[in-house]
């Protein structure tokens, strides 16, 4: 049963990916994704030495957690490597895996990586103008390949939630590398089945 809201407006400035009015504004920083980066060494590397960057934020409309609604918001990733690893989001698993996702590109390069749990595996390349859509059963996670900030819109039902801790666990089957200059999707050597 749906929860009964007003009608509203937001604002998105397409020059700056700012968002008006937002709910809640999520800052992610390395050391909340210490497990979700492939080179540990670099990690602790970085966080020893007192350096702790943002490596993505996000600005969200949420609305009640029931079905039929959508949530949605901003993304921005910052430009950046951890080793060769460009900067990532977490990605994850819908809880209720049967859930769909768009994505939109405002803004800098990106690749999206996908997996099932039945074992298939795909990416696909964003920038500005690029509506990605996410099935129903994907995990989802984005990447900064460029050397600007890579910003997007995503829009996902609000009783949806997350589930960050099969890929906590396991990881993405791929990784995106930086390699002479260029990204590259590699296979993950540390990924294990399920
Ligand atoms: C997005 C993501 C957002 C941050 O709103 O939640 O880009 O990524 P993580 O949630 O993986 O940290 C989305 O896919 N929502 O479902
Ligand atoms: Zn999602």
């Given at each position: ?103 939109v590109g405002l803004s800098g390069k ?40 890579f910003c997007f819109l995503y829009i996902y ?38």
């Amino acid at each position: 049963m749906s929860e009964i809201l007003e009608p509203y407006l937001a604002m998105l400035n397409f020059k700056t990916g700012i968002l008006k009015p937002f709910k809640k504004k999520v800052e992610v920083r390395l050391s909340d994704l210490k497990d979700f980066f492939s080179d540990q060494e670099a990690v602790n590397k970085i966080l020893s030495k007192s350096k702790n960057p943002i490596i993505y934020e996000y600005y969200e409309n949420s609305q009640p957690e029931v079905e039929g609604h959508l949530n949605f918001g901003i993304t921005i990733i910052n430009p950046g490597k951890i080793g060769k690893e460009y900067y990532l989001t977490r990605g994850h698993y819908h809880a209720k895996e049967g859930t769909a996702e768009v994505y939109v590109g405002l803004s800098g390069k990106g690749i999206m990586l996908l997996q099932k749990k039945d074992g298939q595996v795909t990416h696909l390349f964003m920038k500005k103008g690029v509506i990605a859509y996410v099935p129903p059963f994907w995990a989802h996670r984005t990447i900064n390949i460029g050397k600007n900030k890579f910003c997007f819109l995503y829009i996902y039902f609000s009783d949806a939630g997350h589930d960050y801790e099969i890929i906590k666990q396991k990881g993405f089957a791929k990784l995106v590398i930086e390699e002479r200059g260029r990204p590259k999707i590699i296979d993950n050597p540390k990924f294990t089945k399920y």
